[in-house]
């Protein structure tokens, strides 16, 4: 998605660098279009590296392409962060005396404005009917956040958080097609405590998880993401106003946790590799070199989440689970029909692992399998890529 960011002249301008950067990891391109104030704040030469598009202030600049006119036409999505008491002004008015405020009058996508400037500025009557008249035309203008402004003052005036700008920006082009409904995905690998300092564990980032969790909220979904030892880019990318993450180790911590969060879902997707075996004996103090190691580790089954919750009678809950599996694309599939089958889940998304698949940061393609063995659908590319494919087939599962 191409996304235009303008950034006018207020000491929130920094904040925007965290709303570029967030756009740009969620895979969008993005054109900066500073104002000359804004530039004050935060020059060129940042926008210009973070986005890696060129950067220009006035219509005059780049004349040749009419990059106004250009810029506004490819547009998918503008934000403006901050949006001083000046910008709205002049957007209201339809003014067009910088690349701003011109590319402004030529776009057609939606629109949001995330201003911040101080109380009595955001209180004073020429505001008010300026955000009246730019909502009446469709604009989102968010409300600025209450709190600590520039000096020692505060009130409300204060830009709202960027990952909350993000969000609304990025919900405005998405479907909202899973608005009010209650999503729990499991995300990560679950750890198996032999002695206080290690554990049975599996490679799992929890990153295709996580962007399960986020494509989920920016469709409209509340999303509680139980995170058995996410990695660190995982969690990062599940900040969103909609998500809460709740921190589990142990399988049985997650069993624990889904069933108490799914009782009131619409959606469980169990994104998590959990562990099968644990542990019998789980050791208090470390063990030592000293003899008293056991030479065998013996280990009991642990209950299967996936299978116990979609085997329970169930009236809403739609249930999502995974197949990680080695082979051959025909082997993979093979054993991912016996564990649709087996699980009982309304989808199974199956794919190939090891040897560089499916960990990590890496592109992804799985198959997707209903009850039956039933292949319903396939989605490839990035973790995100198939987030999105993901939640169109679980969509039309609740409707
Ligand atoms: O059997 P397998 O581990 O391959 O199944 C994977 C799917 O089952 C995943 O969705 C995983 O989250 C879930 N699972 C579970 N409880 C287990 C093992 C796996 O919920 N004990």
């Not at 660098?17 to 060129?44: C, D, N, Q, S, W």
């Not at 032999?194 to 049975?200: A, E, I, K, M, Q």
């Not at 469709?219 to 995982?234: F, K, M, P, Q």
């Not at 998304?349 to 799985?366: I, L, Q, R, T």
């Amino acid at each position: 998605m191409r996304v235009l960011l303008g950034v006018t002249g207020g000491i929130a301008a920094y904040k925007a660098v965290f709303v570029l950067r967030a756009l740009r990891e969620a895979g969008h391109r993005v054109r900066v279009i500073p104002t000359e104030a804004a530039l004050k704040f935060v020059g060129r030469p940042t926008w210009e590296a973070l986005s890696g598009e060129p950067v220009a202030t006035s219509v005059f600049d780049g004349a040749t392409g009419v990059d106004h006119v250009a810029l506004g036409r490819s547009a998918d999505l503008v934000v403006v962060a901050p949006a001083t008491a000046d910008l709205l002004a002049r957007a209201a008015a339809g003014r067009a005396d910088d690349l701003l405020t011109t590319t402004l009058l030529t776009v057609t996508a939606p629109v949001l404005l995330a201003p911040a400037m101080h109380t009595e500025m955001w209180q004073h009557p020429a505001t008010v009917a300026n955000v009246a008249t730019l909502r009446a035309r469709g604009v989102t203008v968010l409300e600025p956040d209450s709190g600590r402004l520039t000096g020692a003052d505060t009130g409300p005036g204060r830009l709202p958080e960027p990952e909350a700008i993000t969000a609304a920006s990025l919900a405005l082009v998405a479907p909202q097609d899973l608005a009010g409904r209650a999503v729990v995905v499991s995300a990560g690998g679950t750890r198996e405590p032999l002695d206080p300092v290690r554990f049975l564990g599996n490679r799992s980032s929890g990153r295709q998880g996580a962007a399960l969790a986020l494509e989920a909220a920016r469709r409209g979904a509340r999303v509680t993401l139980l995170a058995a030892s996410i990695d660190e880019a995982a969690r990062t990318s599940a900040q969103h106003p909609a998500i809460d993450i709740v921190e589990v180790e142990t399988t049985a911590e997650l069993a624990d946790a889904v069933d108490s969060t799914c009782a009131a879902a619409d959606v469980l997707v169990m994104a998590a590799a959990v562990a099968d075996f644990r542990p019998a004996t789980t050791a208090d103090r470390k063990i030592k070199k000293d003899g008293s190691a056991p030479d065998v580790v013996r280990l009991v089954e642990n209950p299967d989440i996936l299978a116990t919750v979609a085997g329970r009678p169930r009236e809403r809950l739609v249930v999502v689970g995974f197949a990680a599996e080695t082979g051959d694309h025909d082997e993979v599939l093979e054993l991912g029909r016996a564990k649709a089958r087996r699980k009982g889940a309304d989808l199974l998304a199956v794919n190939a692992v090891g040897s560089g698949k499916g960990f990590g940061d890496v592109a992804n393609a799985v198959t997707v399998l209903d009850s039956d063995g039933e292949q319903v659908g396939e989605v490839a590319g990035s973790k995100q890529d198939v987030a999105r494919g993901l939640w169109d087939l679980i969509a039309a599962q609740l409707h």
